[in-house]
């Protein structure tokens, strides 16, 4: 069965390839809008399986994912633009902050849909470097204004939980809900594996 990866973030691909998992990218077009009231988790949640439903055919799993980062109760996605970027960056900086991905694999039928969530510990950045940073144009397609992997790693005292998460794809719990998954398939209808597959609602 195809995988396929509902997104067009290049940090995602690269962290399927260098994983060694097969793939082929098919970026969804879903609007990235929050509900009123709706907690975090169950906005990536969403989001992630809406992108996977968007873009499935016949015969293929689709892996779709959605990152925020979020502070007390404030989602930050990607800023609009360098003052937004300065923004986020000022709000971050010298605080923790949670990073959470949904994941959602949909083969038509069945989905197993998760939330990896991760902590950040950002150290205190002055007015210089947060503009110095925004103008480099790097945090604009990122969540929260920052790429990890890049120029803001700098930023970054400690973290608690998956570092590939902060990059946008937590790869080891996306690996093994893959092989659940296509075990889950492999088997004849009725039997049952004991996992939390369920019909996408």
């Not at 930050?76 to 900086?93: F, V």
């Not at 939980?161 to 889950?184: A, D, E, M, W």
Request: net charge neutral; proline share 5%; aromatic share 6%.
């Amino acid at each position: 069965m195809q995988l396929v990866l509902a997104s067009a973030s290049p940090r995602r691909r690269q962290i399927l390839r260098s994983a060694g998992i097969p793939f082929i990218a098919r970026p969804a077009d879903v609007i990235e809008a929050h509900l009123p009231d709706e907690p975090p988790e169950a906005f990536v949640k969403r989001l992630a399986e809406e992108k996977a439903r968007a873009v499935w055919r016949d015969s293929e799993l689709v892996l779709g994912a959605d990152t925020v980062v979020v502070i007390d109760k404030t989602i930050l996605g990607k800023p609009a633009d360098e003052d937004e970027a300065r923004r986020m960056l000022r709000l971050l900086s010298g605080r923790t902050h949670r990073v959470l991905t949904g994941i959602a694999l949909f083969n038509g039928t069945v989905a197993r849909a998760d939330v990896e969530e991760t902590v950040v510990y950002f150290r205190d950045l002055d007015d210089l470097e947060i503009a110095d940073y925004a103008a480099t144009g790097e945090p604009l397609d990122k969540a929260g204004a920052y790429g990890i992997q890049g120029a803001a790693s700098k930023f970054v005292q400690r973290i608690e939980g998956c570092y590939f998460n902060v990059v946008g794809l937590p790869v080891s719990r996306v690996y093994s809900c893959i092989r659940s998954s296509l075990r889950c398939l492999e088997r004849p209808a009725g039997t049952g594996d004991g996992q939390s597959a369920q019909p996408l609602r």
